[in-house]
């Protein structure tokens, strides 16, 4: 009989407590950055979890689980490291260089021996359009030249018409007369 309540005993404990999974209802991330979708999870604390971790994108539908060769993620996809999943109980995926088209509703699921399986309730991934990108150093340098060969020009011409105009009022006889006229006894 002790035997018997031994065993019973062994089988229930794990199955105790209950497995759960937890899922942010939404992340927001900028596009072309790196998106982190936590899966905490909960086991036995202080004892090592026995399992594994399946994602998927939308809905969970068997045969599409995402990996690095799902269309649309090829090789940007990394999971957290299994010791973590381990011992930290997290479960959760990055999607590097995140686009548009990678908006949506991503649900862990995770299964660990003793405790049975559990599904997410999803987090919601909303990518938003980066900050403006910095003009690049070629384009800077190539507005720089434009302003400076602008500011060239203008010197040029405001030289042009002083100078033009200096010499032309030399020419003029109206001018001639003044400067030809030495100033009356009375005005001195």
Known sequence: MAKVLL???I????GSCALWVSQPPETPVQKDTTASLP?????IRGKPATGS???????V?????????????????????VSQFIRDHKAGLLIQDTQSYDAGI????????????RTGDGTWLLVEKGPPQQASNTEQEAHTSILLRAGFYALSFLSVATGSTIYYQGKCPCHMENMATPPAASEK
């Not at 089988?11 to 794990?14: E, K, T």
């Not at 971790?53 to 939308?58: H, L, S």
């Not at 991503?106 to 399986?117: D, K, P, T």
């Open 61 to 81: 539908t068997l045969g599409m689980e995402l990996s690095n060769v799902t269309p649309g993620f090829g090789g940007r996809l990394v999971s957290f490291s």
């Open 106 to 117: 991503y649900v862990c699921r995770v299964e660990v021996l003793g405790l049975g399986v």
């Open 53 to 59: 971790v399946t994602w998927y994108q939308d809905k």
């Open 39 to 43: 899966c905490p999870f909960n086991a």
């Open 11 to 14: 089988m229930v404990y794990p």
């Open 7 to 9: 065993v019973i005993f």
